[in-house]
């Protein structure tokens, strides 16, 4: 008899993998924008409209988009419904971005989702100024697989911003609208209020807008989109929100107050109260989807919740010394990671490593970590869009001081050196509790340190 208890086998790679990406990564990458909805238009149009054949819960927002739409789509699937979920950036491996019934397409899924779209992407780089983007590619693959599957409801991701994101064909039933913030400042601009004007082009005609608590300025924004489209609105806070919640081990129990009812004593097992308010955001939205004002089954929703994961947010992922993997890459993100680390684990001391992409605020970021942090690793990931460890180790001594300060420009001496400082107490070894080690700063820097430290499951 097998042994059940056993892990799965490692699957073998699709031949054809690796020049599917290679395809995909020689396109116009995710950072280099064109504001127009042109060119995925005419590919989509191509493919028969896929995105126009089942229901969409769209999602932008600063930060929280990728949990919430895990925690929406753990719901809909306890409800019993197919789902297809497009998210970005991916941790490990591209495949992560599109999932059918919450699991990653598999290697060969994706290299087929790619056959169906390959000669129309040909088509529309003929057609136009500029080819398809990688992102615009993924997006036309996403919105086919689904189709293809079929999917009762897809639960989409915004790359950046809203209006002109290539997500932005489909016509959301129900659009989320998570906490609103400054990023990628240098392609939205550094006013809130600019931000929020873009992101808010998701919410359309017929659409219930979900928004999660936003400054006056930023909701008025929202607001007033919303009635000038003639969308409705439910917002956190006041048709919903967080009743309660309280930290506990490998989670917190919440109650949170949705449209129909409370569902309390919840557990949810991701840590940090931001995730409570993500949790409330996804149970309005599929209150919402559902419409009618119908109340979710109790169990259901705990069913559901047991079985959230977020890769690569406060994710544990190695003891001995402990290892937490989160993806902060923003003020905003840092100043939430930072919380939820001194409310979720009692390390001491806690020794971060933190690389960062160049077009970030990386002072701010550094402001927000320095009151958790014992000391501080500063490297870099493999990729070009890095700031060199040497530029972050520079701003993190204007903020923690010349002592407190490592730099290994590789990720792995990095981790290295951290496990090291996290068992021996600090650099002075003054610290006499259990030492932990936070890697955060980007998604890209979270994805390697995965790999580096054996973790494969594909980010499911």
């Not at 400054?215 to 006041?238: H, I, K, M, P």
Request: aromatic residues 6%; glycine residues 10%; contains cysteine.
């Amino acid at each position: 008899m097998a042994d059940s208890s056993a892990p799965a086998p490692t699957p073998v790679p699709h031949p054809l993998y690796a020049d599917v990406e290679r395809a995909l990564l020689s396109r116009w990458p995710e950072t280099r924008l064109d504001p127009s909805l042109e060119r995925i238009r005419g590919l989509v149009d191509l493919l028969g409209e896929p995105q126009r054949g089942y229901p969409v819960i769209h999602l932008t927002g600063t930060n929280g988009k990728s949990s919430t739409s895990r925690i929406i789509d753990a719901l809909l699937r306890a409800l019993g419904l197919r789902t297809g979920r497009y998210t970005s950036p991916h941790l490990q491996s591209m495949t992560e971005r599109i999932s059918l019934d919450g699991e990653p397409l598999s290697e060969e899924q994706f290299v087929a989702a790619y056959g169906d779209v390959a000669a129309y992407l040909e088509v529309v780089d003929r057609s136009g100024a500029h080819p398809v983007s990688f992102f615009e590619a993924l997006t036309a693959m996403a919105f086919a697989a689904f189709a293809d599957a079929p999917v009762d409801v897809a639960i989409v991701e915004v790359g950046m911003g809203g209006s002109w994101d290539a997500t932005n064909v489909a016509d959301a039933q129900v659009a989320v609208v998570t906490p609103v913030a400054i990023d990628h400042a240098a392609y939205l601009g550094d006013d809130p209020v600019d931000i929020a004007t873009e992101k808010a082009g998701i919410v359309k005609s017929g659409t219930i807008g979900v928004l999660a608590q936003q400054s006056a300025d930023v909701a008025e924004v929202l607001l007033t989109r919303a009635a000038e489209v003639g969308a409705s609105v439910v917002r956190e806070g006041v048709e919903f929100g967080v009743e309660s919640r309280v930290a506990s081990v490998g989670g917190q129990v919440v109650a949170v107050r949705g449209l129909a009812r409370i569902y309390d004593e919840i557990f949810l097992p991701l840590h940090g109260e931001h995730q409570a308010h993500n949790a409330a955001a996804a149970i309005a939205a599929v209150e919402a989807f559902i419409g009618g004002g119908a109340e979710l089954d109790t169990d259901a929703v705990r069913e559901a919740f047991a079985t959230v994961t977020s890769p690569g947010r406060l994710e544990v992922a190695r003891r001995s010394p402990t290892f937490v993997l989160d993806g902060a890459h923003n003020p905003h993100g840092a100043s939430a990671s930072a919380a939820a680390m001194q409310e979720a684990f009692a390390f001491s001391p806690l020794i971060g490593v933190v690389g960062v992409m160049a077009d970030k605020d990386v002072e701010q970021m550094l402001a927000a970590f320095e009151p958790v942090m014992a000391e501080i690793v500063c490297t870099q990931a493999s990729t070009a869009r890095a700031m060199p460890a040497e530029e972050i180790g520079e701003a993190a001594e204007g903020v923690f001081g010349h002592d407190r300060v490592h730099v290994a420009a590789r990720l792995d001496d990095a981790l290295d050196v951290a496990a090291g400082l996290a068992e021996a107490g600090g650099s002075f070894g003054e610290s006499m509790g259990s030492g932990g080690v936070l890697v955060t700063g980007s998604v890209v820097t979270v994805g390697e340190a995965r790999t580096l430290l054996g973790i494969t499951d594909g980010a499911r």
